[in-house]
């Protein structure tokens, strides 16, 4: 029973999640703190199980969610990370020299 209701609210949580994920407009990114903000009741670690827990063809702009830094994180399949920078680069995002994002400039603040 314990493990049901367990399932159940990390369901929730990723329901929360991909809503806030959603809603960033193309060319824009946020971190995954700023989604865990949003979403609540969970850290911006929860925010990226939810990100890799998502199929390539989910419909949530998962490559919108990038870290604090401005970088994009590497993924576990060793290839995400660049597919994550095309996409991005394609709606319109530019990366440093050093593979960074100016925050400043396409963070979008909801």
Not at 67 to 95: M, T, Y
């Amino acid at each position: 029973m314990a493990e049901a209701m367990k399932a159940d609210s990390s369901k929730s949580m990723y329901r929360r999640i991909y809503d806030v994920v959603r809603r960033i407009p193309p060319g824009k990114v946020m971190t995954y703190g700023q989604v865990a903000k949003l979403a609540g009741g969970c850290s911006a670690r929860n925010v990226g199980y939810a990100m890799a827990a998502l199929p390539f063809d989910s419909g949530v702009p998962w490559q919108r969610v990038i870290n604090a830094k401005g970088e994009v994180s590497p993924r576990v399949d060793g290839r995400g990370h660049l597919i994550q920078r095309q996409v991005l680069e394609a709606e319109g995002v530019v990366f440093n020299e050093k593979g960074k994002v100016d925050l400043e400039l396409y963070r979008w603040n909801k």
